[in-house]
């Protein structure tokens, strides 16, 4: 495995503890373009100079797209229910938990996400808004997944309550996603134990905890990129949120202020706050 950190003077690959810069200049958008991202790595590594973790990483993110699937879990599932009952569009999302065919969905381009240790946003029309801690698969100009990293799925859920079709302006606005700290590469899948952890402080109290694990998705990763890849082309691959497995109560929202922790090994933890 290696892990893959971007800051303003390139990329960091680190192996084993060790981190190195590539000898030969490799951007991100190589790696998606590889018709082998991990041999890329590899190579990139062993063949580089010493150096040391970025202070200040940027998202690791080219120029990709970042999608992303909803209602994969359970836990998912039910929220939408609650939160859209009203609107009589409950059982829209019972209907797509149970189909063959996902929910996938637009998030950002890259302009729109946030980099590890900045600011997310909420809607200054919205009041109820929340994280969505995701496992997020880094795909290749094929569709293959090569890497994972953390994924910041902010959301507005009355907008979406409101009327099922408000979805993209519940999820696509301005700083609407943050990715990072890093890219991890593996030709392995992951075990099905991995943890996603999410903590949400407000000044220096912890207000929120919850986790889950992959076992709790419904659908394999390998699907949700086939249909993400059905009569589309990503030239220089592309991201995509596998939904997300922890829901707060309905009486929570976020504030102006709250940090954001996110947690997934082997991947590291994703930071941020809530402008």
Not at 92 to 112: C, G, H, M, S
Not at 125 to 139: F, G, H, Q
Not at 234 to 262: C, N, W, Y
Request: hydrophobic fraction near 40%; charged fraction near 20%.
């Amino acid at each position: 495995m290696i892990r893959v950190y971007s800051d303003s003077n390139g990329l960091v690959f680190e192996q084993a503890g060790i981190f190195k810069r590539p000898a030969s200049p490799v951007a991100l958008d190589d790696l998606f373009r590889a018709e082998d991202p991990v041999a890329l790595a590899q190579h990139a590594w062993t063949s580089g100079t010493a150096a040391t973790l970025p202070a200040k990483p940027n998202a690791p993110i080219g120029t990709q797209e970042v999608w992303a699937a909803g209602v994969t879990y359970l836990r998912s599932r039910t929220a939408r229910m609650e939160e859209s009952k009203d609107a009589g569009g409950g059982t829209f999302y019972d209907l797509v938990y149970n189909a063959v065919r996902p929910e996938i969905f637009f998030k950002a381009t890259p302009a729109r996400v946030a980099a590890p240790g900045t600011t997310v946003r909420i809607r200054s029309d919205s009041k109820w808004n929340v994280p969505e801690p995701e496992l997020t698969l880094a795909l290749n100009r094929q569709g293959r997944i090569f890497g994972y990293t953390i994924g910041n799925d902010m959301s507005s859920r009355d907008i979406e309550g409101e009327n099922p079709l408000y979805l993209p302006q519940a999820k696509c606005y301005d700083r609407s996603a943050a990715l990072g700290p890093c890219l991890y590469l593996t030709r392995d899948p992951l075990p099905p134990t991995t943890a996603i952890a999410i903590e949400i402080r407000r000044g220096s109290a912890a207000i929120f905890n919850g986790s889950t694990t992959i076992s709790q998705i419904k659908r394999p990763f390998t699907e949700l990129a086939e249909f993400l890849f059905r009569d589309n082309a990503f030239p220089q691959g592309a991201f995509l949120m596998t939904g997300t497995g922890i829901v707060p109560d309905d009486s929570f929202t976020l504030h102006h202020g709250d940090e954001i922790r996110i947690t997934i090994e082997p991947i590291g933890t994703l930071v941020n706050t809530v402008a």
